[in-house]
């Protein structure tokens, strides 16, 4: 495999490794962070989660297997050691983030077939692949906290439940662009084809969950991010997303999955962000509106939606008027196979390619690209419009106190008729 054409190449390839091994043997967590710059780009080196492993698993299941299938107040929120913030936490290979507040991150993991093989495995998942949710603390120690102390309880106004935290984003589980690398034992769905053929452009790419640093965090302390991963089985097939409940009779089985991240917030001018530095930096460029390009390569940039929206799943927690929980199709990439009963894999043409790109005006089916080739990123950020002649998107993003606009900027993408192939996206740990 080539060395990626990035700043922080030349790293670890044990994450490399585990991506090519053919097959899902695991669920998921956090795996690695990175700074978004203005233009959605990841910046500077990567950080990892709490207690990283470095080869392995790592996944935390509620309920565990052996027992009964209910959530109950008494399962821990994180994993056993991932509960205290340690000196051992984190150590110069894998290391902890710095960021700025207000800053935009993006929280990588690994999607591990539950993307591209969740219709013919377990046809009864959710289609947006389940709900990730988002939630920040100040208090680093989460020894004493169970999940029903945090999950759905905690609010985006932080007057939830204890107070001690936020609900700071909902994602769809799958991002529009992430697949693992093509199956030795086959393309069961014809998704990872696809993807790494129109969308990504890499043999595999991780997911991500983009969120932003609250402003009023603490320079000089740690944020403790929560990820949280909801991925019920459901009484029927087709369900876009679960419900933001742990009574709901839709739900046949729970499965859920969490894992911490930490960031260490400093000040937004603080060299230790290298040449990006924090929006509130008064040297810094693009405070009041995000140039967002839309052309970047899918491999080393955020989600223009997920930046410019907290909340892709509504859910009355984050403050929206709805019974449980809902999305807008055009933001969950499958949308297609909502309220459908899917029997024939590979799934056909007329359905891949009617794949929607949660992106930057987040209403555009995936497009194969014409016989002559087409630039940019693909993926999630691709144009509603469609029109490579377009300079300006504007998005108006929806969220509990009014609305936002974020503009991004589309400039001519290369036609390239054969573009190169990338490889996987964040597994550049230096060596």
Known sequence: MKPLSHPTCGLLAAWVLAALSGTATAHSWPEQTFRLGPDGAMVGKPGANRAHVAAGTDDYLIPPNGGEKVISPEHKLVLGTKMKLTDASYSDQFPMLSVAPGDSVAILYRENGHVTRADKSNPFKPINRGTVYLYGTAENDLSNMNLMDVHLVWTADGKGGDGKGRLLATRNYDDGQCHEVLPSDGDFEGIVGYRSKFVSKADSLLCQSDLKIPEDVAVGKVYTVIWVWDWPDMNVQGVAVPPASYKSSDV????????????????????????????????????????????????????????????????????????????????????????????????????????????????????????????????????????????????????????????????????????????????????
């Open 252 to 431: 046949k089985m729970p499965e859920t999955y969490t894992g911490v991240v930490d960031f260490k917030v400093v000040d937004p001018c603080d060299a230790s962000l290298g040449d990006v530095k924090g929006p509130t930096c008064a040297s810094a460029k693009g405070n009041v509106a995000a140039a967002f390009d839309v052309n970047q390569a899918a491999t080393t940039r955020g989600i223009a939606s997920q930046i410019a929206e907290p909340f892709l799943v509504k859910i009355p927690q984050a403050g929206f008027d709805v019974p449980s929980a809902t999305a807008d199709p055009k933001n969950i990439p499958f949308s297609v196979l909502i309220g459908q009963t899917i029997a024939n894999f590979p799934l056909p043409a007329s359905i891949l390619s009617a794949q929607n790109n949660p992106g930057a005006a987040g209403a555009a089916p995936t497009p194969a690209p014409k016989a002559s080739g087409g630039g940019g990123g693909g993926g999630g950020n691709a144009a509603a419009s469609g029109s490579e002649a377009d300079p300006v998107v504007t998005i108006t993003s929806t969220v509990p106190q009014g609305m936002k606009t974020m503009t991004v900027t589309r400039q001519p993408a290369e036609n390239t008729s054969t573009p190169k192939k990338r490889g996987a996206r964040g597994r550049r740990w230096s060596a």
